[in-house]
């Protein structure tokens, strides 16, 4: 056993120089985080890419009013008339539940909050957007950063990629 003392509180954050790009193909996005608290860090080095892209197709979309409900325990209570996007992906996938309160999906080339996210499905805000039933929803990805998703869940990135199921397919590109 050390003979450091959890207590003790860790050294200054000094956040690690970038690997070089021909390092960064299999590394997350999480490559530059040290031992911190997440507000000491700053953003990922922009030349890194996303590691994993995690879609789920539109099942409904619904029209609700003021002050219908959603989500367990009702935990959602809708305040002026929303139009929202059923996807099918949620918790058993591997999106955190905590990420409702200020995470987001990417669909039709904007941010669109998370509502609610439940075992086998979430609940998107379409504001206007054009929608069909079938339409792919990002979850992760290029639009929908890995590293945003966590900071709206309360964890970090690493968590993220690990709570991904084995439901979601997997395809391996590129060279690791």
């Excluded at 860790?10 to 956040?15: I, L």
């Excluded at 953003?43 to 995690?54: I, Y």
């Excluded at 890995?146 to 439901?167: I, K």
Aim: net charge positive; charged share 20%.
């Amino acid at each position: 056993m050390s003979a450091r003392n959890f207590r003790t509180p860790a050294p200054a954050c000094r956040p690690r120089p970038a690997p070089s790009l021909a390092r960064t193909t299999g590394s997350t996005s999480c490559a530059q985080a040290s031992v911190c608290s997440a507000a000491a860090q700053e953003r990922p080095d922009v030349r890194l890419h996303a590691v994993a892209t995690l879609t789920a197709p539109i099942q409904d979309i619904r029209h609700l009013r003021a002050g219908d409900v959603l989500g367990y325990g009702e935990a959602v209570t809708i305040a002026v008339p929303t139009r929202v996007a059923i996807v099918a992906g949620g918790y058993a996938d591997g999106v955190i539940r905590a990420a409702r309160s200020g995470g987001y999906a990417w669909f039709a080339g904007a941010r669109r909050p998370i509502l609610i996210v439940t075992m086998d499905i979430l609940a998107i805000d379409l504001g206007d957007a054009d929608a069909a039933i079938g339409q792919d929803v990002e979850l992760l990805g290029a639009n929908a950063h890995l590293d945003d998703l966590a900071a709206a869940a309360g964890t970090v990135a690493h968590e993220v990629l690990v709570r991904l199921s084995r439901r979601a397919e997997r395809r391996y590109l590129g060279a690791v």
